[in-house]
């Protein structure tokens, strides 16, 4: 019989059910004669270039503009050529997530609650005092526009550093902060802690934006980076009043709940100023349109494109490691170069590039885990004779001689002694994953396996040979 793969079940301390999802390991929607679908190894990081000669801080952000990678490291605005080679550009100063964009002849950066404007040859700042605190921007129809939290500041259409304080603007719908602003189908948004509001471009003396009635959107996000442009959508991490953290895509008046039982579950297990600084991007690699929510020990990931395949919100895990959950070392997401370049928040003066010929992340080993849904016998007991796990064995692997493991449990808490399967070697593209006398069940059973990076392998289906007992 076939057991599925894709997601896995365990069973609380209490009396729930969870969704335990791959981790490390990225489902694909492919119809391909044996599943409706198989787990490929999640993209590996290569380390891409040296850095900057002086250890100067993690990576805060980067943007490709005019066919340059440019990036904050630490306090300073730095550009990446080609072959990962840094150059400061000047210095911004500050910490945290940094926000970039562009118009038509000069990058913008919003750092240390400044903006700054770098034209290909000098960085400056916007020194006038009206624009106030930055703590988020967007480009928009030729304007540079801010929010200090409560107000809407844009500059001068014919003089990007000027501001004219008769032409602020308000999120007036309810009363909450003013956490980011976003451009989503040349409209601004301006993302609120429980609502969103839509404006367009009427022109005029004084402030350009009108707010669009009926196009609110009744939820918002924790924080400034919780929020990303997502298929034509905005998808944040937050929701309305008097609710729990959510996932959620919304446009046009209309939203829609992204997260499962599950993700809520992980994400409400952190305190909400934990969550604040939480950073949301989206990538699309391959006919995948995944969006990242990078939480502080791991990344969670919703597949869009699989998940309207296989009719189910299809989520993974990213984690770095070989033990447990640490912090997936691939932020602010730019493709350039023809490559995509990431920045490590947690180790200092590091990028990377995306690889997915590998699943090691910057020369070191992670773990990579799934499990099955639950066998049920009815109440009737069964021998497990045997198991096989089909899979594409004999690709690239970092070791001669990897191994998978697998375990069970009769409970869903407490779990078996783990047995070994060594895939082979590279180039042996018929060995077989297969364990055979795995025990017994009285009522039902769920099976477990993992490995690490150095077993580059990707899994297409369970079968099982089982016996009855009556």
């Known amino acids: 019989m076939q057991i599925s793969i894709l997601n896995g079940i365990y069973a609380s301390t209490g009396v729930d059910l969870r969704t335990s999802y791959p981790k490390n390991l990225m489902p694909i929607a492919n119809q391909n004669g044996v599943s409706a679908g ?50 400061v550009l000047g210095t911004v100063g500050g910490t945290g997530t940094a926000t970039f964009d562009y118009g038509f002849d000069r990058v913008a950066i919003a750092a ?16 006038d ?34 501001v004219n304080p008769l032409k602020y603007g308000s999120s007036e719908i309810d009363p909450d902060d003013i956490v980011a602003v976003k451009k989503v189908r040349g409209e601004l948004h301006a993302v609120n802690r429980h609502t969103i509001e839509v404006f367009d471009n009427i022109g005029g003396d004084l402030f350009p934006f009108s707010r669009i009635e009926g196009a609110q959107i009744p939820k918002g996000a924790l924080g400034t980076h919780c929020v990303c442009n997502y298929l034509d959508r905005l998808a944040f991490l937050g929701g309305g009043r008097n609710e729990p953290l959510a996932i959620w895509s919304g446009a046009n008046g209309q ?44 990344t969670l990931v919703y597949d869009n494109t699989a998940s309207q395949l296989l009719g189910d919100r299809v989520w993974f895990i990213l984690s770095s490691g070989t033990n447990g959950y640490s912090a997936y070392p691939a932020r602010n997401f730019v493709l350039c170069y023809d490559k995509w370049i990431v920045g490590n928040p947690v180790t200092t003066n590091t990028l990377g590039v995306m690889d997915e010929t ?61 047995r070994a399967c060594y895939p082979g070697t590279l180039g042996n593209y018929s060995q077989r994953l297969v364990w055979f006398q795995q025990g017994m069940m ?19 289906r369970l079968e099982a040979r089982i016996e009855g007992l009556s």
């Open 112 to 127: 240390n609650r400044q903006l700054f404007y770098y034209n290909g040859t000098s960085l400056t700042v916007l020194s």
């Open 38 to 87: 198989y787990m490929r190894p999640a993209e590996g990081i290569a380390t891409f270039g040296t850095g900057l000669a002086t250890d100067s801080g993690v990576d805060r952000g980067g943007i490709n503009w005019k066919g340059v990678c440019y990036r904050v490291i630490g306090e300073s605005l730095v550009s990446v050529d080609a072959y990962g080679v840094c150059t």
């Open 358 to 418: 590998i699943s090691s992340q910057y020369g070191s080993l992670v773990d990579w885990e799934f499990g099955t849904s639950i066998l049920y016998g009815e109440g009737r007991g069964a021998i497990v004779h045997e198991l096989e796990l089909v899979a594409l064995t004999g690709r690239y692997g970092q070791n001669d001689a990897p191994v998978v493991w697998t375990s069970y449990s009769l409970d869903g808490i407490t779990w078996s002694q783990e």
């Open 129 to 162: 005092p009206d624009a106030g605190a930055v703590i988020d921007f967007v480009w928009i129809d030729g304007y540079y526009l801010m929010t200090d939290g409560t107000s809407l500041v844009v500059t001068e259409l014919n003089d990007p550093t000027a």
């Open 442 to 460: 009285r009522n039902f059973r769920i099976q477990k396996f993992r490995g690490t990076s150095d077993n580059y392998t990707s899994f297409l």
């Open 255 to 298: 939203v829609e709940k992204l997260s499962t039982r599950e993700i809520d579950v992980i994400i409400s297990e952190y305190a909400a100023v934990d969550l604040e600084d939480v950073l949301v991007e989206a990538r699309s690699i391959k006919g995948q349109d995944l969006l990242y929510v990078h939480l502080p020990d791991k």
